[in-house]
């Protein structure tokens, strides 16, 4: 059965420098180098006023993109060192096996990553974009795309706009976008596959602009082709899967505590469903010694991430000639023990019910979808009548980067969505403002 390879999963040449490969030398490995270029980085540094799942923070402080991309990357970083150190033991006499080494900067770098193309407001913010063409002012356009490129609109997805983002080949800029690592890059891609197979859950990995690019980085790497324009994923995908996944359902519940959505005695029985009784009687005991509520939550939080890190590990081990083999189905969440996966699924639960569905989480739902729509609406008419003097003036509005005058329409379309998906959530609604007449801006 073919099967992939960690000495060819494992590859620091960088995308759009292939021919100028070679050993820098000095302390930092390529990968450490893909995390630092991406923490100094304009689309990184706007994450922190991006909305995670709550609003955007007053006198409670909340998660948002940024602070949840580096509890990712720190959780990845931990899962992928356990599962190097364990397949360092089982391949052991392999010349390559001094590679599994950078599994841990690699997923660090690919968590830092994996919300840069999200738009302002959520995932909302994704679903407005989709519903734009599919059942809103967008759908007029339809005749004016193929088929793939209209699939590409209608399941219009943050993750192929991260990978997007970090490959393209923007106006002015060099070949290869930010001229990442192959390895780093397709950690990045969680769905292998182009819009046309999205399916009911509209999820893909890349657009038909960087359709070739991922393809390139999927043969050098080794990746199997599963059929047509799709591929398994890389397996360190499943490490940042994980770590995401960890981050998500956990940091929630501690968020919905601070807000009071939550109270104190159900969030610490809730986190308290992770671990079997002798642990809970241990943890009881050390909670008994601290008297803030938010501390106790936070040690509870700590002691969670640290479980799940290690069944993790033992998964993703476990399983690693399935996963090697592109036959693993589901993430690594789906497989731990029991009592783990009871805990994580209550707090999924509650966390649908009550966090999700919160008035001021619904509300940044309503107003995010108001103001996308407003800017699809503005910004594409400009692009395609940019004769006009309004046009004119709302086009001066766009960074250089962005192609408001390439040759297709397509091509316009994706730089409207590329300056939207790079906005701040306050940036959105300021020029939401502008743009209504109620507001002016100041200097």
Not at 13 to 18: D, I
Not at 91 to 115: F, N, P, S, T
Not at 232 to 250: F, S
């Amino acid at each position: 059965m073919m099967r992939m390879n960690w000495d060819t999963l494992i590859s620091d040449v960088r995308l759009g420098l292939e021919h100028y490969h070679d050993d820098k030398g000095g302390v930092r490995s390529d990968f450490e180098r893909d995390f630092d270029r991406l923490v100094f980085s304009s689309p990184f540094r706007r994450l922190q006023n991006k909305t995670q799942v709550f609003p955007l923070p007053g006198s409670i402080f909340v998660h948002n993109r940024l602070t949840h991309s580096l509890e990712v990357s720190c959780v990845g970083k931990s899962l992928a060192g356990e599962v190097a150190q364990r397949l360092a033991v089982k391949y052991a006499g392999e010349k390559w096996v001094g590679r599994l080494q950078a599994m841990g900067e690699i997923v660090a770098a690919a968590c830092l990553a994996h919300d840069l193309g999200n738009p302002p407001f959520g995932h909302s913010g994704e679903k407005t974009i989709g519903a734009y063409f599919s059942e809103g002012g967008g759908q007029a356009l339809k005749p004016c795309f193929s088929q793939r490129q209209w699939d590409d609109l209608i399941h219009f997805e943050g993750n192929a706009n991260s990978f997007r983002t970090l490959v393209h080949q923007f106006k002015g800029r060099r070949p290869g976008g930010f001229a990442m690592t192959y390895s780093t890059l397709a950690t990045i891609v969680k769905y292998p596959y182009s819009s046309s197979q999205a399916g009911e859950k509209g999820k893909f990995g890349f657009f038909t602009t960087e359709q070739e690019l991922f393809e390139r980085i999927a043969h050098r790497l080794g990746m199997l082709q599963l059929g047509p324009e799709r591929y398994c994923r890389h397996p360190l995908v499943y490490l940042l899967e994980a770590a995401d996944d960890i981050c998500y359902q956990v940091m929630d519940i501690e968020d919905g505590h601070k807000l009071k959505i939550i109270g104190t005695d159900e969030t610490l029985n809730l986190l308290m469903g992770f671990f079997d009784p002798d642990r809970q009687a241990h943890m009881r005991q050390v909670m008994s010694h601290v008297a803030d509520p938010n501390e106790k939550v936070a040690y509870l939080r700590s002691c969670i991430v640290g479980l799940l890190v290690q069944e993790c590990a033992r998964t993703f081990v476990d399983h690693e000639d399935e996963i090697m083999q592109g036959r693993f189905t589901g993430c690594l969440i789906d497989h731990i023990s029991p009592t783990p996966a009871m805990g994580y699924k209550r707090c999924s639960e509650l966390a649908y019910q009550r966090l999700y569905r919160a008035s001021y989480v619904v509300d940044v739902d309503l107003a995010g979808n108001r103001i996308i729509t407003l800017l699809l609406d503005k910004l594409i008419d400009a692009v395609m009548h940019p004769e006009r003097n309004y046009s004119q003036l709302l086009l001066n509005k766009f960074p250089q980067q962005y192609d408001v005058h390439a040759p297709s329409l397509f091509e316009k379309v994706q730089a409207v969505l590329d300056h939207i998906s790079a906005m701040t959530d306050v940036y959105a609604l300021n020029l939401y403002r502008q743009l209504n007449g109620i507001a002016l801006p100041t200097v």
